[in-house]
């Protein structure tokens, strides 16, 4: 791939679990890990600060946890993002990159504690930060973690890598006529009810003016496209 400029200069990168996957479905795989690392540290190398989100969906889903406690089911998907946070911080640390963990959930033995003005400090150090465990409560979900992180670490954008390459009007993978948007407002995402992000990300990335790019994942270098500006996926933002 060609040396490109960056277009943003801090970046919040929401990761779903499913993509940490792979083709296992379930779980870990360290390729496909290792794969999406490497496409990060082409964006490190360009000089972009880089924050991350993991969800949990490759280990634990809490609503589709039966008749689980809500609370609980939340929990153990919590503990599911920080396995995650650490394979992707273990990758990345092989490829030469300075990583830190932070959880929302203190485990002093694994992770340093979430601190906003630590996090702030390892960017500006050149350091990946990975938060792990959503915001530390039950009934929010990552997406709405990586609002709230973006908003606080006052990032450029959030670029949610997918397994679509964008947002459509209805499930591409059900309608064969469904149409993709190359750019949307908040508005429309919570009038229409987009697959996005929840209600209360999508409202909180709205009242605090930080567009969202969706963008699939199947290719791991999209993350270096569109650090670089390049036309890939969805952007939503205000009109």
């Known amino acids: 791939m060609k040396y490109m400029q960056k277009k943003y200069n801090r970046i919040l990168l929401k990761l779903s679990g499913e993509s940490l996957a792979g083709n296992n479905k379930f779980g870990l795989d360290m390729e496909a890990v290792t794969q999406i690392c490497a496409a990060i540290k082409k964006c490190t190398d360009l000089g972009v600060e880089i924050a991350i989100v993991v969800g949990g969906g490759n280990f634990w889903r809490g609503r589709t946890s039966g008749s689980?406690?809500?609370t609980r089911a939340d929990h153990i998907g919590m503990l599911a993002t920080a396995m995650n946070a650490l394979a992707v911080a273990d990758a990345l640390e092989s490829q030469g990159v300075t990583v830190r963990v932070q959880t929302a959930i203190p485990m002093q033995a694994v992770a340093e504690p979430y601190i906003r003005n630590r996090a702030v400090r390892h960017l500006e150090k050149g350091r990946v930060i990975i938060f792990g465990c959503g915001t530390g409560n039950p009934f929010f979900s990552?997406?709405?973690?990586?609002?709230?992180?973006?908003?606080?670490?006052?990032?450029?954008?959030?670029?949610?890598?997918?397994?679509?390459?964008?947002?459509?009007?209805?499930?591409?993978?059900?309608?064969?006529?469904?149409?993709?948007?190359?750019?949307?407002?908040?508005?429309?995402?919570?009038?229409?009810?987009?697959?996005?992000?929840?209600?209360?990300?999508?409202?909180?990335?709205?009242?605090?003016?930080?567009?969202i790019l969706v963008f699939s994942i199947e290719n791991p270098d999209n993350i270096y496209s569109a650090c670089c500006g390049e036309n890939i996926g969805t952007i939503v933002k205000e009109a």
Do not use: H, Q, W
Not at 165 to 186: L, M, W
């Open 68 to 70: 689980m406690d809500r």
């Open 142 to 211: 990552t997406d709405t973690a990586a609002s709230l992180r973006a908003a606080e670490i006052e990032a450029d954008i959030i670029m949610k890598a997918t397994m679509v390459d964008g947002v459509y009007d209805k499930d591409p993978k059900k309608f064969e006529d469904a149409v993709r948007y190359d750019t949307v407002t908040f508005k429309e995402v919570l009038e229409k009810g987009l697959n996005v992000m929840d209600s209360t990300a999508a409202a909180m990335c709205k009242d605090n003016g930080i567009p």
